[in-house]
């Protein structure tokens, strides 16, 4: 049986973990903090405020950055602020602004800087 926090985890590649951390800190107006794990950088999200992380950034051989696969979609305050800051970082949206059915809040799909489909979603 899963947790009812689904998911526990989750790992974002990235070729330039610089480039990466200051696109999404850019883009979510947040820091993120760096970290090792053994030989594995990484560029941890928060986990709302509490000391635990959510997910990360990951430099690692064994993971390339892409479109295809499984889309990770992070919970934004307010889509639209989001969606304008990617358009400044020269990202492209992939899915544009889109209402779930009613009640159901926003979602939109970008390209990161690195070359991964990546996934938003907002109340608002």
């Given amino acids: 049986m899963l ?6 985890w989750f790992e974002i590649p ?8 200051r ?3 850019t883009a979510f107006g947040q820091p ?35 479109m295809d696969g499984t889309t990770v979609y ?3 305050g307010d889509l639209s602020v989001v969606l304008e800051r990617l358009g400044k970082l020269d990202a492209q ?7 779930l059915p009613e ?7 970008f390209r990161d800087c690195e070359g991964n489909r990546v996934g938003l979603w907002s109340p608002v």
């Fill in 103 to 109: 009640g159901m809040g926003f979602f939109a799909q």
């Fill in 32 to 66: 993120l903090k760096r970290e090792t794990m053994g030989e594995v950088e990484l560029v941890v999200f928060p986990y709302g405020g509490q000391p635990m992380s959510s997910g990360a950034l990951i430099r690692h051989e064994h993971c390339a950055p892409s």
């Fill in 93 to 99: 949206t992939v899915v544009p602004r889109t209402a």
């Fill in 23 to 25: 696109f999404y800190e």
């Fill in 74 to 76: 992070l919970s934004v």
């Fill in 14 to 21: 990235a070729t330039d973990l610089d480039r990466a951390q």
């Fill in 3 to 8: 947790n009812p926090n689904v998911p526990a």
